[in-house]
């Protein structure tokens, strides 16, 4: 019983482990939006119905529209950065009870 334990947190600890390297590496090969990017979104997407009510009120939304954006963009490797460690400190907890399972108590 003690060796099926055993193997299911381990699986379960390198699984995790494995999530969380996965989700590190993935970050690398995620293209994010270019200010021309992120520009053109706003001109073409957000603030186009607001184009027709004028000029001051189309410049106050692309305005308004390129702030939020930046906001968003810089903050995009939060989330994976802290589920990323959220995986490797279950991780390790999972190995570390699987290794404290294996070992049997010798009695004097």
């Given at each position: 019983?003690?060796?099926?334990?055993?193997?299911?947190?381990?699986?379960?600890?390198?699984?995790?482990?494995?999530?969380a390297?996965?989700?590190?590496?993935?970050?690398?090969?995620?293209?994010?939006?270019?200010?021309?990017?992120?520009?053109?979104?706003?001109?073409?997407?957000v603030?186009?119905?607001?184009?027709?009510?004028g000029i001051?009120?189309?410049?106050r939304?692309?305005?308004?529209?390129?702030?939020?954006?930046?906001?968003?963009?810089?903050?995009?490797?939060?989330?994976?950065?802290?589920?990323?460690?959220?995986?490797?400190?279950?991780?390790?907890?999972?190995?570390?009870?699987?290794?404290?399972?294996?070992?049997?108590?010798k009695?004097?």
């Amino acid at each position: 019983m003690h060796k099926i334990v055993r193997i299911i947190f381990k699986i379960a600890g390198f699984t995790s482990l494995t999530v969380a390297c996965g989700i590190l590496v993935s970050m690398f090969f995620i293209k994010e939006p270019t200010n021309i990017e992120i520009k053109e979104n706003c001109k073409t997407h957000v603030c186009a119905s607001e184009k027709s009510q004028g000029i001051d009120i189309f410049s106050r939304c692309l305005k308004r529209c390129y702030l939020e954006s930046n906001k968003i963009q810089s903050g995009m490797w939060a989330i994976p950065v802290v589920v990323s460690i959220f995986f490797i400190g279950i991780g390790l907890i999972l190995l570390v009870i699987a290794s404290f399972s294996s070992t049997k108590k010798k009695r004097i």
